[in-house]
T-cell receptor, first 118, second 112 residues
């Protein structure tokens, strides 16, 4: 089955630094990837939709200058949390669909990245 | 924003009991998916329902899509400790847009 790899699985950084999270589709091409944020014991909140070769679409309330998304190829999207603050500590998850998938087709999720900002 | 409300939010039951999780919305979806997520991992797809009134079974799990395609339910028979996890419903928009709207989640704990 389709595999999405997310790296790193966990990261601890100091306040004010930037952290990059990678999301790779290993055995399929993904024109669209999605980035979610999940707080403890809560559901997934969509942050942005990452489109290969174009600008990401951010959800309302998500700062695009703070959460930089780059989708430079059909198999890789990156999320960079810039000038991280303790309140950015969360579980970040990416997902992807195949290049020719319809809206009904399932999303393939990475295993998430636990970010802790000290 | 298309809200998907799940109930109950938390559920703790004894092994062998039955349970039902509900996923409700005022919006119509082209399809609805159910995922299960374990701590520290990404969600894993359980099922996709597409047709209003559709019922799908996956071993001890029974999924139903409402006739109006606004709601769904997940019924687990004879729950086992391995069923413990966060259950998420997710709806796909009628417009065919790529993203899914996730429900508020139900955290299930099955006590041995």
């Amino acid at each position: 089955g389709a595999v999405v790899s997310q790296h790193p699985s966990w990261v601890i950084c100091k306040s004010g630094t930037s952290v990059k999270i990678e999301c790779r589709s290993l055995d399929f091409q993904a024109t669209t990837m999605f980035w979610y944020r999940q707080f403890p014991k809560q559901s997934l909140m969509l942050m942005a939709t990452s489109n290969e070769g174009s600008k990401a679409t951010y959800e309302q309330g998500v700062e695009k200058d703070k959460f930089l998304i780059n989708h430079a190829s059909l198999t890789l999207s990156t999320l960079t949390v810039t000038s991280a603050h303790p309140e950015d500590s969360s579980f970040y998850i990416c997902s992807a669909r195949g290049a020719h998938s319809l809206g009904n087709s399932p999303l393939h999720f990475g295993n998430g990245t636990r970010l802790t900002v000290t | 924003t298309q809200l998907l409300e799940q109930s109950p939010q938390f559920l703790s039951i004894q092994e062998g009991e039955n349970l039902t999780v509900y996923c409700n919305s005022s919006s119509v979806f082209s399809s609805l998916q159910w995922y299960r997520q374990e701590p520290g991992e990404g969600p894993v797809l359980l099922v996709t329902v597409v047709t209003g009134g559709e019922v799908k079974k996956l071993k001890r799990l029974t999924f139903q899509f409402g006739d109006a395609r606004k709601d769904s339910s997940l019924h687990i028979t004879a729950a086992q400790p391995g069923d413990t996890g966060l259950y998420l419903c997710a709806g796909a928009q009628l417009t065919g847009a790529n993203n899914l709207f996730f429900g508020t989640g139900t955290r299930l704990t099955v006590i041995p």
